[in-house]
């Protein structure tokens, strides 16, 4: 199979078709009203996506998928031994790396400086689609740097490398959707994948949820390591997303989400003052 070829074209129609579909889904069945125009949300977000895209481009000028080509022979390999079936090292591919992302995820939210990075990502007033899209260029090359780190360590086969890839985009899309799924259906998903519902508990402006529900593609990890959370503590029409203090701010502003990281003021300080008005 020439992976190399249709990576990145598999990639982008995957994330055009996904990104389409729950934007369609949300607009019939929105699960609350935006307070920002959809308009300016995807056009600011999808800026920053784009900017996140160029920096690791030209910075790592690899993609997961190529660096698991590139290690393929490798000696010191774990996953490209034929201790067992293409497929079931593809599988634990795929498992692995999501626990990866797992510990990357719950790395910004325990580490101060990551936090003012990821921080950029939970700053959105809203929550919908678009929000897949709103991560900072420096939290895309941490992540990106240490998936192709494990790769390369690992050489995993190209096979589930691709469809790990795959699952990212399709999960990362669909759990940011301004919606839910109908109840019945959504009990059945959530215990093999990540849903809307499960998500948005994580995005919550309290600070003890925004600990919940790390996982990216499985729900697995937050049930084996204690950070599950099967529904947030306030009901539907209380609930609230983005961070507290930042009421003042442009929160979908291009300004403010590349320079949040590098503000002064540091939120996790109980120390410091809380004025976080604009200087």
Avoid at 163 to 192: C, D, G, K, W, Y
Avoid at 198 to 208: F, I, K, T
Wanted: charged share 20%.
């Amino acid at each position: 199979m020439p992976w190399v070829r249709i990576e990145g074209a598999a990639y982008w129609i995957c994330f055009v078709g996904v990104f389409l579909t729950v934007a369609l889904w949300e607009s019939f069945q929105p699960k609350r009203k935006l307070s920002i125009a959809a308009e300016r949300r995807w056009k600011n977000h999808g800026i920053l996506l784009a900017s996140a895209a160029a920096i690791l481009t030209l910075l790592l000028r690899s993609s997961p998928v190529v660096v698991a080509l590139m290690v393929a022979g490798s000696r010191f390999g774990v996953l490209n031994k034929p201790w067992a079936p293409l497929i079931v090292r593809s599988a634990i591919t795929v498992v692995l790396l999501d626990l990866l992302q797992y510990w990357i995820h719950w790395s910004f939210h325990r580490i101060p400086l990551l936090w003012r990075v990821h921080q950029v990502h939970h700053s959105d007033p809203d929550y919908d689609v678009s929000t897949a899209g709103r991560f900072h260029p420096l939290e895309s090359l941490y992540s990106q740097g240490i998936r192709l780190g494990a790769i390369a360590l690992l050489a995993p086969p190209a096979a589930g490398v691709f469809i790990a890839e795959l699952l990212t985009v399709i999960l990362n899309l669909s759990a940011h959707a301004n919606a839910s799924l109908p109840a019945r259906i959504e009990q059945r998903v959530r215990s093999v994948f990540i849903t809307p519902d499960l998500h948005r508990v994580h995005h919550s402006r309290d600070a003890e949820e925004q600990q919940r529900n790390l996982g990216q593609t499985f729900p697995w990890w937050d049930r084996i390591f204690g950070t599950y959370s099967a529904r947030a503590a306030k009901p539907v029409q209380d609930f609230r997303t983005g961070l507290e203090g930042l009421e003042n701010f442009d929160c979908v502003g291009i300004g403010f989400m590349l320079a949040e990281p590098f503000r002064a003021l540091r939120r996790e300080d109980p120390e410091v003052s809380p004025d976080l008005s604009p200087k």
